[in-house]
Each structure stands twice: as structure tokens, then as C-alpha cells.
């Protein structure tokens, strides 16, 4: 006997197995459009990586995808967890925030209608602007939000799900096009912001699932004639919360519950909870949280709750000294056996190039991790080098802004007390290198860390990948140009020893004491000679030191202390 025929509502309703085609198909566009995407750049260089964090943050998501069941929930939690663990830099986060959001609305119900899918991009609009400490107009959050508006509105007029779709996504083309309007700096570039411009392919990856509409090819526009040519303002990210001085390391119970209670006194639910414990996690929605939080005070725990008018359900409690205690021990056995020694506090770095990674090493850093700008490396890659360095108070440099957003998640994944340094240069972190002790505690090593990289000035020099204008004058493609990041393009010239003369000269100040010098793979021998014989004409007092990093892209770094 055949099986019966789907029924005609069916057809209309975005259930578990469109979901799962949808993810595929959207993973496989940025992957496609990745190089057009990351050249969406404010700065004319070679290593825009928006495109391919998303793509990167994606991979993991299809990979958690492919080993789960093909039910909604399964599905959902797939999605959710891969996103997380897989997010790369500052769009890969938020891009995360955006999944999380929407099957969090999805995983409830075998197939969503138009308006119950409408709800989902509303609720994955939300959750972006959550993600973001300081929410900018103009942004990916701008292109989402009024997708989503657009949604509800087509869906509230009894819409099919098709056509909702076609609505949000062409709402989501008109705030993309006015990016430039709400932003300066991409109206300065004359193009669209770049996180918009992949959000785009996930509408377009929902229409081609359920009404069969064509992918856009790789030489069509994703914002009017503007996607060949440069990116968003970096947004700030929230870092999860901190309360206090209190750390995981710190606290001994492990609270979690149901918990009903008004969506409204949530906020000040956590807020109480953030003045008695940290790792708090509270998800959910219309009146059902599920909660989790490690601290000391188990009564303040439920009271925070009960004071509020809510009811706790389920409650578990967890003693976590006696439950990990086993698993440090065989933790700390394996990485005795790997050879590293134990220390109070060690350090994982982010960086490029094989000079640094063996300058880092011969500093005491136990964990390097390689990436930078472009390969900007995942949550998981980050956290498998935190559980793998022998101690349990950790130190991060990520030594790019684009990777601190993901750093910054670290504390709340493992039981290890994880803290960053705010590093956004290879130069920052040799400065903090310099001061790290490895028998004093995190404590006492983030404060003189934090103060000698926040003493160090840095720049860098790279090559023009397009025309553009510039503070600094016209750029023609082959330029070298140097960037000071915070200040954008500060020198220009025709030879890479021109534009390193120029940066130098912004960068050093009287006060200035110590330059040093980073070779990329692609330094000239002679270039750095002339650079050095220039700076001892110059700055006779300035101390000179020297270091072949090998990173690709940029033939120096700069710092100077």
C-alpha cells in the first residue's frame, strides 16, 4: 500500500526536513559567495573575513546536523549547539545568535506556519541585538530586524508561508541597500554592510527549499550594484556575564530548575542571581525558563526566584568540587604525560605565522592556537586548548578584535577560570608575554598584563587590494598602506618601505621608549635593514628589537612602548 499523500497544509508549513535543506543550502551559498563577502571590507586589504567566518560557523553546524536524528527538536538542538561551539569571529558569533533565536521558536512544533515561522525570525532578531553590547544601526541587526517586521506583516494578512518568505526577504534587500544611509563609514565606501549581505542567503536558501526560487548566482548583487566592494563597522560584543570577582573555580554548586515565572521579572531574576554565583544560563520564554547557575549560596539561589513570585520545579543541585575532582586528576595526568609542566596560570595565544608561534612558546605560552586575520579559529578549537594546558587558571590572548568576541565565551564552557586580555595585535601580546609569570595567580598576571599591552601603540602594513579614498590620500590598487586599528589608514605610498616609513613616524612619540619590529613571511632582508639603519637616524634613542613572525599578508607589524 502507498503511503498517503502529504495533504495541501502540510506543504505550507516549514517543518524539520526544510529546516535541515534550508541550513545546507544557506552554508553552501556563503561558501560560494565567501571571497565576494569578505571583500564587503571598510579597509582595502587582502583578508576580509566575514564571509568566511560564516561559512566556517556553518561547516560546524552541518557537521552537528549530520549526526542527528531528523525530528525537530534533534534538529534544533543540533543547530543550536553547532552554531555555538563552531562560531567564528565577530559575524560567526552574531550569525549563532541568529540561529539559536530562531529554532528556539522552531523546536517546539513539528512544522511552523508562515506566522509561527514569522515568530522565529522576530525572536532570531532579538536574540542578534542581545548579542551586542552596543547595538549599531546599519549592521546585520538592522537587515534582520526589518526582515522580520516584514514577516509578521505578511503573515498577520493570512500570507502562505511563500510568500512571507518573499516578503521578508525583499524587505531584508531594501534595509540592506540603506545600510550606507544609517552607517557613515559604509556610505563613505559606497557599499553594503557584509554580515546583511550572508543573512540575505539564509532567506534566499528558505525560498529555494520551499517555493524551488533559484540561489542568486555569484555575480549577482546582494545590495544593489555595491557588493564588489567594501564591509561594516566592527560592532562591540557583549562578553557573558561577569559578576564580581567570584569564578567557576570559585564556586561549588552547580543550581538548575524549571522556573515559572513572568517574562517581564526575568531580567531582574538574573540580575539577582548575578550578585550571588556566575555561569548563568537562562533560557526560554513565555513564562517557562530553564535555569542554570554555579554558586555558593544554594538557598539564595531558589529564594531569588520564589522572591520574585515565580515557582521553581525540578530543582537539581549539584556539588561540582566532588564531581570534577576525579576528571582533573586525569586531566592533570595527561598533560603531565604530554610534557608541560604544571603552572599556576598558563596561557593560550592566537596567532600566525611559525616565528611567533616559536616566540610565544620560548615566553611560556602552553597553548597557541593558529589563526589571526581570515582563519579566525572556533569556540571549540579555542576551548581544546584551554582544557589541554596544565593548570586550571587560564589566560587568553586572542591578538585580534575579531576573535575576543569568541574568546570571551571560553569561562562559561569549562570549569577552568578563564579570563581574556583584550589583545588585538601579535605586538600587544609579545608586550604582555613579556610581563607574564607563570607561578603568580590570574589575578596578579592580568594586571600587569592588561597595563603592558594597553603601554604598547601598534600598526601594520599591507597591500591594496582595490581604489579607494583614504584620510591619509587616493589609493590605487598595489599600494602599500599602513593601518593603525582605532584610526583607520594612516600612511600611504607606492613601496612597502614608504608607507612603513609613514607609519612609524605617526606611531612614534617622544615618550616612546622601544620599537619592535615583526617580519612577515613576505619581508624583504633589505627592507628591514633600511628600516632599521632609518629609525636609528631618526629616533637615536629609541631601542630597537626585531622578530621574524612568518605571518602571511602583512610584511610587518609594528609596536611601539
Not at 543573512?199 to 528558505?206: G, K, V
Amino acid at each position: 500500500m502507498n503511503p498517503p499523500e502529504p495533504s495541501e497544509a502540510s506543504f505550507d508549513r516549514f517543518d524539520a526536513d526544510r529546516l535541515r535543506r534550508t541550513v545546507v543550502t544557506f552554508r553552501d551559498a556563503v561558501k560560494a559567495h565567501a571571497q565576494r563577502i569578505n571583500r564587503l571590507n571598510v579597509y582595502p586589504v587582502p583578508d576580509g573575513d566575514t564571509g568566511t567566518n560564516m561559512a566556517r560557523t556553518l561547516d560546524a553546524v552541518v557537521a552537528e546536523l549530520d549526526q542527528a536524528g531528523p525530528e525537530i527538536e534533534p534538529t534544533c538542538q543540533a543547530i543550536s549547539h553547532g552554531s555555538l561551539m563552531g562560531a567564528r569571529g565577530n559575524s560567526g558569533v552574531i550569525l549563532a545568535q541568529i540561529l539559536r533565536g530562531m529554532v528556539g521558536k522552531l523546536s517546539a512544533r513539528a512544522g511552523s506556519t508562515a506566522s509561527e515561522f514569522a515568530e522565529a525570525l522576530s525572536a532570531a532578531s532579538t536574540s542578534a541585538y542581545q548579542a551586542v553590547l552596543k547595538p549599531i544601526e546599519g549592521t546585520i541587526l538592522t537587515v534582520v530586524r526589518e526582515a522580520s517586521e516584514a514577516a509578521k506583516a505578511s503573515a498577520a494578512t493570512g500570507a502562505t508561508l511563500a510568500v512571507t518568505l518573499r516578503a521578508a526577504r525583499d524587505a531584508g534587500r531594501v534595509a540592506l541597500d540603506h545600510t550606507p544611509e544609517l552607517l557613515p563609514v559604509l556610505k563613505d565606501a559606497g557599499v553594503v554592510d557584509a554580515g546583511g549581505a550572508g543573512f540575505m542567503l539564509l532567506l534566499d536558501a528558505a525560498l529555494n527549499v520551499v517555493e524551488g526560487e533559484p540561489m542568486p548566482l555569484c555575480e549577482d548583487s546582494f545590495g544593489g550594484d555595491s557588493m564588489d566592494q567594501a564591509l561594516p563597522a566592527a560592532m562591540t560584543m557583549r562578553a557573558p556575564d561577569s559578576h564580581g570577582e567570584l569564578s567557576v573555580a570559585d564556586l561549588r554548586y552547580e543550581v538548575m530548575y524549571f522556573l515559572h515565572l513572568e517574562d517581564g521579572k526575568i531580567n531582574e531574576f538574573k540580575n539577582d542571581w548575578g550578585e550571588i554565583g556566575d555561569s548563568i544560563v537562562v533560557v526560554g520564554g513565555d513564562g517557562i525558563w530553564n535555569c542554570h547557575v554555579h554558586t555558593n549560596d544554594i538557598g539564595a539561589a531558589i529564594e531569588a526566584a520564589i522572591d520574585l513570585g515565580g515557582r521553581p520545579k525540578q530543582i537539581r543541585v549539584t556539588d561540582l568540587f566532588e564531581e570534577v575532582a576525579e576528571r582533573h586528576a586525569i586531566h592533570d595526568a595527561q598533560r603531565a604525560a604530554a610534557g608541560l609542566p604544571a603552572v599556576t596560570t598558563a596561557v593560550v595565544a592566537v596567532c600566525s605565522g611559525s616565528g611567533l608561534e616559536e616566540l610565544f612558546a620560548q615566553l611560556g605560552v602552553q597553548g597557541v592556537v593558529t589563526g589571526g586575520q581570515t582563519l579566525n579559529p572556533s569556540t571549540a578549537e579555542l576551548l581544546d586548548a584551554v582544557e589541554h594546558v596544565n593548570a586550571r587558571q587560564v589566560i587568553v590572548l586572542p591578538n585580534n578584535k575579531n576573535i575576543i568576541p569568541v574568546a570571551e565565551q571560553l569561562n562559561a564552557l569549562t570549569t577552568k577560570e578563564v579570563r581574556v586580555v583584550l589583545t588585538k595585535s601579535m605586538p600587544e601580546a609579545l608586550a604582555a608575554l613579556v610581563v607574564y609569570d607563570p607561578e603568580a595567580s590570574v589575578d596578579e598576571n592580568m594586571a600587569e598584563m592588561i597595563e603592558a599591552a594597553q603601554a604598547m601603540v601598534t600598526g601594520e602594513v599591507t597591500q591594496s587590494i582595490r581604489d579607494t579614498n583614504s584620510d591619509a590620500g587616493a589609493i590605487t590598487v598595489g599600494d602599500w598602506i599602513g593601518l593603525v586599528r582605532g584610526d583607520g589608514i594612516v600612511a600611504v605610498s607606492g613601496t612597502l618601505e614608504g608607507a612603513s616609513r609613514a607609519l612609524l613616524g605617526h606611531l612614534i612619540t617622544a615618550e616612546r621608549e622601544i620599537v619592535t619590529i615583526i617580519e612577515g613571511i613576505d619581508a624583504p632582508p633589505t627592507t628591514t635593514l633600511a628600516l632599521r639603519a632609518w629609525i636609528e637616524a631618526e629616533y637615536p634613542d629609541l631601542q630597537i628589537e626585531c622578530h621574524r613572525g612568518g605571518q602571511p599578508l602583512y610584511p610587518y607589524l609594528f609596536g611601539v612602548e
